[in-house]
Nanobody
Framework: QVQLKESGGGLVQAGGSLRLSCAVA????????MGWFRQAPGKEREFVAA????????SYSDSVKGRFTIFRDNAEKMVYLQMSSLKPEDTAIYYC???????????????????WGQGTQVTVSS
């Protein structure tokens, strides 16, 4: 079993930055591709960013590309989402997810992930 715990959410003004963290406990962290998803009120959950097991491959949604960066620390069993130039439309609950994968691929669909955290709220004021 794998447990994920997000942190780092909060209230920030438009144009500001936040770094989300996801701590992973349980099975070997390096076995899993990792991803970040978000869900805004009244909307479906959507893909934000993903990183391969190796850390060498990343994927981003078009809405965050160039503003967000995903990275991982396999030794510390952590994955991060650095968010910059935040916009009010980035307001959502952000979820960390882990899923089995080959070493070099990213996963961008939520049905490709096996484990999920409880989420952390990000609110961007205009």
């Amino acid at each position: 079993q794998v447990q994920l715990k997000e942190s780092g959410g909060g209230l920030v003004q438009a144009g500001g930055s936040l770094r989300l963290s996801c701590a992973v406990a349980g099975r070997t962290f390096s076995w899993y591709a990792m991803g970040w998803f978000r869900q805004a009120p009244g909307k479906e959950r959507e893909f934000v960013a993903a990183i391969s097991r190796s850390g060498g491959s990343t994927s981003y949604s078009d809405s965050v590309k160039g503003r967000f960066t995903i990275f991982r620390d396999n030794a510390e069993k952590m994955v991060y989402l650095q968010m910059s130039s935040l916009k009010p439309e980035d307001t959502a609950i952000y979820y960390c997810a882990a899923g089995g994968s080959d070493y070099y691929s990213t996963r961008t669909r939520d049905d490709e992930y096996d484990y999920w955290g409880q989420g952390t709220q990000v609110t961007v004021s205009s």
